[in-house]
Every structure is written in C-alpha cells, then in structure tokens.
C-alpha cells in the first residue's frame, strides 16, 4: 500500500531541462512497475517546491503499521534509464515496504520542511484519472 508521486510540473518531466531521460517512458513504466500491486497508486502531480532536485519521486507508505513520520521518502535526481529501471524494479518487489536500493538511497533527501501536501495525499484517486496510458 503505497502511492508515488511523480513530479511532472516545472522543470521535473520537462526535456527542455533534462532531454537525457524519454519522461513519457518513465511514467509508463513506473505505472507498469505498480501494475497489479494492491494498493499501490500512481500520480503525475504538481511543483512540490524541490526544483533543485528534479526529476523528483516521492514514495507515500500508506501501511497503517508504518509510523506517520516514516511514511514519506523524497528521491531526487531520478534522471537516467538506469535509476528509473533500478526504481521500478524496487517498487515492482513492494517499493517502501522492501529495503531501499544503495543506489536509490544516494538519491534520497529530507524533502522540504513541510510533508506531501494534503491535496496530494487523496489516497482514493484513481491513478489512471491522472497518468495517461499510451494506448489506452
């Protein structure tokens, strides 16, 4: 049970300020990576104020056995097909609930002095409302 918000406002998911990544491709692959997990939420979101760290991906624990303060982990810099593979394949095995990938803990920061915003924390939505699928 779990949500990731992918940031897709500003300069995250913009090729104008990293063409080194297809950001079509990595949202379609996160999705695919989530694909079928109970629970597990996708969402393109808003600026979440870290433009400093683009491309960011924050990872919502929502287990009801995980601490309030635990809940959250910010990733930045997820701007290569090898981090984004090695994130998918990390969220395809259960994401927060499995231990976080050496590599991806390098790119993980405390996030800005404030939590996810509520407005982002709406576990019911229906992620495909805000991901589109190709092909679909």
């Not at 593979?85 to 405390?110: D, K, M, N, Q, Y």
């Amino acid at each position: 049970m779990f949500t990731v918000l992918v940031c897709r406002s500003c300069c995250c998911g913009r090729a104008s300020k990293h063409p080194e990544i297809d950001h079509d491709w990595q949202l379609r692959v996160l999705s695919e990576a989530i694909d079928g997990q109970r629970g597990a939420r996708l969402r393109r979101v808003g600026c979440l104020d870290v433009c400093s760290q683009s491309n960011v991906i924050v990872v919502r624990d929502r287990r009801p056995e995980v601490a309030a303060n635990e809940r959250t982990q910010w990733f930045g810099g997820i701007n290569t097909t090898e981090l984004t593979e090695v994130f998918c394949a990390w969220l395809h095995v259960g994401g927060p609930s499995e231990p976080t990938p050496e590599i991806l803990r390098r790119h993980r920061f405390a996030g800005p002095s404030f939590d996810v915003p509520a407005d982002l924390r709406d576990e019911d939505c229906d992620r495909r409302k805000y991901l589109p699928i190709a092909g679909s």
